[in-house]
């Protein structure tokens, strides 16, 4: 603990140069996150109207490409991947193209057996998974 201690100390100077209230005091809009997703769409005037709608009321601008690609622009972390669970929600074919320009994406999928019920369903969740990786050009980092 007393390591922990000395670590935090020396934290001091750079915790001092965040705000307190960590994003919320700073322009949002400069951390936006853009999602290009392939998607069959019905035709559409109101591509954002559809997409907050339909999908995720959290997504912030939506543009329609040629080819039935869509860029949404969401804010990140936690929130971009509440709004990618709607998108597979919505849309199970959709298929992830770029975020933000970054063409490989790591995914963490966990799991825990908690109850009788979780362990039941583990035999189908590891089914799901090897499903996963049988996809095109994804990998296992990490048991």
Do not use: W
């Amino acid at each position: 603990s007393f390591l922990f201690g000395q670590l935090q100390l020396l934290a001091v100077p750079l915790k001092m140069t965040a705000p307190p209230d960590g994003y919320a005091g700073l322009d949002q809009t400069k951390f936006l996150e853009e999602v290009v997703v392939h998607v069959q769409l019905p035709g559409l005037t109101n591509v954002l109207g559809f997409f907050k709608a339909e999908v995720d009321g959290s997504i912030l601008k939506a543009r329609l490409l040629p080819g039935n690609f869509v860029v949404i622009a969401t804010l990140p972390f936690k929130a971009m991947g509440d709004v990618l669970i709607s998108v597979a929600k919505r849309f199970p074919a959709a298929r992830v193209f770029q975020i933000s320009n970054q063409k490989e994406v790591q995914v963490r999928i966990s799991r825990t057996c908690s109850d009788e019920i979780d362990r039941v369903d583990a035999g189908r969740h590891d089914r799901d998974l090897e499903r996963i990786m049988t996809l095109p050009r994804v990998e296992r980092l990490m048991e």
